[in-house]
């Protein structure tokens, strides 16, 4: 199986069903074929007793998830880690809905390992989701409403990466 960068490797079978609808987006990045049409999901979201709610999102096409390197820009993966891609995009996307904590956004995300961390972009496209909610947003969206969001960010954010800078 082609994971998205050219080498044969296994990839991650998709999580599971997706908790809200899953987003289509088509990929333009450097390992996709023009228009490559891929599906994000995410896992049903749990809350901590601290508030913090947490879920797990993914890319997947028929042949299970995605590596990072399938949405890198066509010139190649920038220097570092695809969370240094990602994460700006995907906090931007939700930065009216994300609770602030010390000046902060109450927003932390996070990727599996790479296989090799001499290459950060070949690991699969699966985000860990750990969120605070605004208290106002929280209180008048329903879960499946702010699950769908961060969806749709996490779509923006891979959608954005494939951008040159």
């Known amino acids: 199986m082609d994971t998205g960068g050219g080498r ?3 990839r991650l079978p998709t999580p599971g069903p ?4 899953e987003e289509t987006i088509r990929l333009h990045g450097a390992a996709a074929e023009e228009g490559r049409a891929v599906r994000v999901g995410m896992s049903a979201p749990s809350t901590t007793d601290d508030g ?3 879920a797990v999102l993914w890319a997947s096409d028929d042949d299970g ?3 990072a390197r399938a949405i890198a820009p066509r010139a190649g993966p920038p220097p570092g880690p695809p969370l240094m891609t990602l994460g700006p995009a995907f906090g931007g996307a939700l930065s009216s809905l994300v609770a602030q904590e010390n000046g902060r956004q109450a927003l932390r995300i996070r990727l599996p390992p790479a296989r090799d961390e001499h290459r950060p972009w070949e690991r699969p496209l699966i985000l860990q989701l750990a969120v605070k909610w605004d208290p106002v947003r929280g209180a008048v969206m329903q879960p499946n409403e702010l699950a769908r969001e961060a969806l749709r960010a996490f779509a923006r954010a891979i959608a954005a990466a494939a951008r040159p800078g």
């Open 18 to 21: 997706s908790f809200v609808r």
């Open 52 to 54: 913090w709610w947490l």
């Open 8 to 10: 044969e490797s296994p």
């Open 65 to 67: 998830v995605l590596e």
